[in-house]
Structure formats: C-alpha cells, structure tokens
C-alpha cells in the first residue's frame, strides 16, 4: 500500500510485484495431458502434414466458430496470408490502422497494398464513413479486425462490401469464443482468420486456423497450406507451407480442455477491474454492448489527460515501475510503422480517432496468473497515482533523469517522453 508519492517505485520506493504481473503471459496448458498427447504423436511417427491431432483441433474450431470449414495454419500472420491469396485479392484492400502489425504485413507479404481505415472511438473496430472513402478501382476486399475480441460492426460492413462488390474478410486473431447477437465470430464475412499463439486465450503455442462456410474457398486455403499440392503429380497453385504440427495442435487441444475456464478466469479478472477502477476521473474501462459476449482476453481502458491528470505514458511508467507490466498496444500505429509511413496510397484518409487512441489507450494485466488480490493492488495503485497526479508530476520533473524502471522491465522506461 503506497501512503506517499515517494513510496512510488518510479521514485525509488520498493516495487509492488517483485515478480511483475504483465500481459499476454501465456495461461498453463495441463502438463499431463500435453505429455501424453505428445507420447502419443510420438508413438503414431506422423509429427506433421494433416495427422489426426490437427483435424481433432479443426473440428474443435469448427465448434466453436459454428462454421463449416477450420483450416489449421501454423501461426495466424500465415492464415491471413492464406485467406488473402484462397479469395485470389490483388491491389488494395482496406484495413483498420489501430490493429497489431501483422494485419498489414501479412497483406503486404502477399503483394497487396493495406490501405488504412479510421475505428470507432468506442469499439475500436472499423468505421464504415472511413472504409467507403478508401475505396478506389484498386480495392479488392475489406479486412475488418475484431480487436480485443470485440465484433466488427458487420452489418455495416456487409452492406458497404455487397455495394462495392467486394469479399468482407475478418482478423479475427482477438476474439476465439466470441459472439455478437447470438452469432459466432468465425462465420462471418467471407472468411476469418484467428491466431493461437501462446498469448491467446486459446493456445497452440504458435498457431491459427482460417473458417468459412465456403466449401471452394476452404479447399483453395488447404491446397495453398501444402505447397498448392492436388496429388502427388500436380501442384496447381503457388502454395506454401502453412502447415500446423502435430505438437502445435496436441497444445491446441490441450489447451481447449481449459478454454472455459481461461474464458471465465478472465471474466471475472475483468469484472475485478471494473469494479477497482469505478470512480477513477479520466479512466474509461472499455465494455462490451449487451448483445456482444467476449472473451474478455484484454483488458482495455483509455486515459483521458485531461480528466485524470497526467498521459497514458506517465501512468505506464508508474505501473511498470511497480511490476505491473501494462501496455500500450498498438502504439505507433500501422500508418506510422517504417514499411508503410509516408506512402500516400495508405493514407487515403485521415485517421483522427486513431490517433487519439494510440495515446490514451492501455491494457492491463489479466490471464489466469493473475490474482483478485493482484487486481485490487492494480487499481488502488492506478487510484493512488491519479489521486496524487499534481504532485507526480512536480517530482518527476525535479527528477526526470533518475526516474527508476523495474529491475525485470524488458522495456527501458527511465524517462517519460511527453513529460509536460
Ligand atoms: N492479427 C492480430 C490482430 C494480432 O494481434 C496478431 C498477433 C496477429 C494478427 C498475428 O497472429 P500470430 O502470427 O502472432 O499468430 C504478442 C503476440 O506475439 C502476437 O501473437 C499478438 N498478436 C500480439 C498482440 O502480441 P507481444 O509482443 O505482446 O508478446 P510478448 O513477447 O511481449 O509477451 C507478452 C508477455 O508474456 C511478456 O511479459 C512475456 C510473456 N511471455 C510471452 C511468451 C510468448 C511468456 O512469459 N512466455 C511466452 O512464451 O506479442
């Protein structure tokens, strides 16, 4: 419990977490269970190329996303390269620009040109206003993003690409096990693309999968997944290898076994929060409408200056600090990243909101390695910190130079660049 801003760790007190608590750390598949699969893969001799462990993890997919189609990849930058050259894309297609890399390298890795959009304030997702007016002759689908598993506005979305006669896709990576009126992510659009790295709430430790109800497209993204093979005489497409391994889908299924449980321990984690955080001037805790169910994997909250005295960074800074490992996903922003800042064709419009987000938005810690206990000495230190923000930040521009990080901190936080 910090009683003075100098019990702060930033200003030398001792840190909250010894061990920090941060996001995305991975949630612990069953040891057990994971051995005797891997025994099992083991004993079979098929360790890749389509052996039962994957199609059991496709049709666990399947399930959960309630489509026709799961094609199991390797990683998900690979199921949206596969979903983007399965739909035969070429030229632009728009993409949100408040998303993880990934989404716009991995059109880019195919030859496409990621054109981006601005979100809605609220949902963080892609503003229809903003996708129409990247439209242009070179435009060849719409790649909406469900960020932090909250649901693109699709009927929107849907209508604008049945106008413009163009595939609606979707990232997917966010939201596994996440629904909007009664119907699952993974059957939206034309496609969807997921990821099941160790940091997602479903997990292969590297691994993704693209659904469809689309009996010919599901078939085009398994031909390119295996070097565009038919038979063993013909290769009919410029294929790769997208394959996921028989270990990755033994994670998959393990992982499957607890996904409820991850799904509820983060829900009640997000409850925590909302309960630690209510009352907080200038800390806005991002919720879900009460059609949308999540999966509450990221716990999301904007910081509005103004209101609660000092930046989204100064406040990273101070939790760091602490050992409390929040983030700042996804600064700089697609359209500020090297490969594609500077280029007029991604910049057809302006991207205000976006902006904005990137500096106010945060993410706090959850995952099942995260406590009740834990949660409560978060927000009573987010609390602290906002409560005493003058005096924060009179101290810390006596002190700029000898701010402290925590010893563990991968990130240098030393100093805080938008000091007022
Ligand atoms: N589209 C979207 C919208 C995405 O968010 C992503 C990926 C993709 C597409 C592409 O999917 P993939 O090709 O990755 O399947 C993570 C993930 O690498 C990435 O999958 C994810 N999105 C992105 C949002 O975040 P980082 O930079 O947050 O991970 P890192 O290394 O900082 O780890 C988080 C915390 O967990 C750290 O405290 C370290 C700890 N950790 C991490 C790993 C991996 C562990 O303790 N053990 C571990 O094994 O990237």
Not at 167 to 193: K, M, N, W, Y
Not at 300 to 312: I, K, N, Q, T
């Amino acid at each position: 419990m910090k009683r003075h801003v100098r019990d702060l760790a930033i200003f030398g007190g001792s840190a909250l977490f010894r061990n920090p608590r941060a996001v995305g750390r991975p949630n612990q598949l069953d040891r057990q269970a994971f051995l005797r699969r891997i025994s099992d893969v083991l004993d079979s001799g098929q360790l890749t190329n389509d052996g039962p462990q994957v199609r059991s993890f496709e049709s666990m997919v399947r399930r959960v996303a309630g489509t026709r189609h799961a094609i199991a990849v390797c990683n998900g930058t690979m199921a949206l390269q596969i979903m983007a050259m399965a739909c035969g894309l070429t030229g632009e297609v728009i993409v949100p620009a408040m998303t993880f890399i990934a989404t716009a390298h991995a059109l880019k890795w195919v030859g496409l040109t990621p054109v981006f959009a601005d979100v809605d304030r609220h949902t963080h997702t892609l503003n229809a206003d903003s996708v129409e007016a990247c439209i242009s002759p070179q435009t060849s689908a719409i790649l909406g993003v469900h960020l932090w598993g909250n649901p693109c506005d699709t009927d929107q979305l849907r209508d604008l690409a049945h106008r413009h006669k163009l595939p609606l896709l979707f990232d997917a990576s966010h939201a596994f096990g996440c629904q909007t009126r009664g119907v699952r992510i993974g059957g939206l659009g034309d496609a969807e693309a997921f990821s099941f790295h160790a940091t997602k709430v479903l997990q292969a430790v590297e691994g993704g999968a693209i659904t469809t109800n689309d009996d010919q497209l599901a078939e085009r993204c398994r031909r390119l997944r295996n070097f565009g093979i038919t038979s063993l005489t013909e290769i009919s497409a410029l294929g790769t290898n997208g394959k996921m391994s028989e270990i990755a889908a033994a994670a998959g299924l393990t992982s499957f076994e607890s996904f409820q449980d991850v799904v509820g321990s983060n829900q009640r984690n997000y409850d925590q929060y909302q309960i630690g955080t209510s009352g907080i001037p200038g800390l806005e805790m991002m919720r879900l409408t009460a059609d949308q169910f999540g999966n509450a994997q990221y716990i999301v909250a904007h910081v509005v200056e103004s209101d609660f005295g000092m930046s989204r960074n100064e406040l990273l800074a101070i939790l760091r600090a602490d050992g409390v490992f929040a983030r700042s996903y996804f600064e700089p922003g697609c359209h500020n990243a090297i490969p594609y800042s500077g280029k007029a064709a991604h910049h057809r419009t302006e991207l205000p909101v976006t902006d904005q987000l990137l500096t106010e938005v945060v993410q706090f810690p959850t995952g099942t390695g995260v406590e009740a206990n834990d949660i409560t000495a978060i927000t009573d230190l987010v609390r602290f910190a906002q409560r005493n923000s003058t005096e924060v930040r009179s101290l810390r521009a006596a002190q700029n130079t000898q701010l402290r990080s925590h010893p563990n901190d991968p990130v240098v936080v030393s100093t805080m660049p938008d000091a007022a």
